[in-house]
């Protein structure tokens, strides 16, 4: 009979690994007990090595099932799906046979195995394939694009069209002559900056290049698209040159319709710029047209108070204006100051234009008095910020000395003393005597 026979014989348990039985601290000293009983004092126990683990330090408490070092049977083969083998997860992968070997005492003194994965050394991953020349190029060109979107947040449109165009140089390097979209993205933003500078024939050129790659690429229904031809319509606008603009601005509405329906938020700008630019060509009727379709579209997106139905509302008072209609554009002005006031306040710097635009419609009505308060509520926001020589405030300014002087002349023939212009001795009386005569009826407009 073997020592290990005999030993568990007489004990419950030797909790050795071939056992696999773990043993509390009062069976191990009534076994070591037994063992010196039957051995000996100071004898050793003949157990053999795949039992028991060498004598010294204890082994580290492993959380995991490690079975010593990992060996892979089959080397990765190209162009076969394979999972990265985890060392701690006992669970093989799907592609490769993951099979555990005998285990070496380096194994054991170690708490992380060593992996070998084909014919590499063992104790290191291999590495990753090198990145390619396309692989180098394409990361330095967006490298180029993120500098160029940089520079032009800090305004720098010079550097901003420096980076972008040696990013499209690597870009066009890489990619000959296919349509692909990365291209694109980088004329757009060319064209942009070429549009913020001003350079609108070379804006243009960028923009169209870019229409042309995502036509090849997308075909002619996609967002990306119309988007386009939105942006070329813009350009256009400012050349002047409104017959194009409007039709590359229908082209867009067309594509958009086709994909979001007629109740979207990008059919209801698209339709707001058509009657702007309608408006620009001195059509009103087509202006008025477009204008309401946007509203209609805004209404049932928004409801009343949001900042694009005000916009419309505005819209559609400037084109109501131009067609002499000036009660119907006082009724809209009036209904984009309610909805601005809830949603900006009364003093914000972007309620000048409107406080301007309901200004003049007052006065084309003879209301002089609340023509004087629109314009001073102007000029209270745009005179601190752009100063008195800015062209804005000089043409406010004139439009509120008429309106005081149409003031006055009523004032006189309800028999009311007051001074002329050629009596004033200065503008600030002027000012001093205009907000003598009459109260500001904020309440009743707003």
Partial sequence: MSSHARHRRNSDGCGCAVCGTAESKVRGASAARTRRSLFGKGRKSKTPESCTAKTGSPEPEVTSLVLGP?????????????????????????????????????????????????????????????????????????????????????????????????????????????????????????????????????????????????????????????????NMSLIYVNQGDYSTAIEFCDKSLQIQLQIYGPLHPHCAKSLNNLGNIYALMGQYENAVNQLD???????????????DTANSYNNLG?????????????????????????LLGSNHPEMHTLYRNLGSVHAALGNNKMAVHFFEKSLAITQPRFGLEDKVVVATTRALHRAQQGLWVQLARDNVRVKTVAEAESPDELNWTAQRLHPHEVDSVV
């Fill in 293 to 307: 379709r946007a509203l209609r579209v805004r209404l049932k997106l928004y409801g009343e108070c949001h900042i």
């Fill in 70 to 230: 990992l060996v892979i049977s089959d080397p990765p083969q190209p162009n076969r799906a394979r999972r990265k083998s985890n060392p701690w997860n006992s669970e093989p992968s799907s592609a490769t046979e993951v099979t555990p070997a005998a285990p070496t005492a380096n194994a054991r003194r170690r708490s992380i195995p060593q992996i070998t994965i084909g014919d590499k050394a063992p104790g290191r991953m291999a590495a990753g394939p090198a990145p390619t020349v396309d692989q180098a190029s394409l990361t330095l060109a967006r490298s180029y694009t993120k500098l160029g979107a940089a520079h032009f947040a800090d305004g720098n449109l010079d550097l901003t069209i420096q980076a972008y165009t040696n990013a499209l140089k690597i870009q066009a390097a890489v990619h000959g002559a296919s349509a692909h979209l990365d291209l694109a993205e980088t004329y757009s933003h060319l064209g942009l900056a070429h549009y913020t500078a001003g350079n609108y024939p070379l804006a243009i050129k960028m923009y169209g290049e870019a229409l042309e790659i995502k036509l090849d690429a997308l075909g002619p229904n996609h967002p990306d698209v119309a988007s386009s031809f939105g």
């Fill in 318 to 342: 400037l084109a109501y204006k131009s067609l002499k209609n000036t009660r119907k554009a006082m009724l809209y002005y009036e209904k984009t100051l309610r909805i601005m006031v809830k």
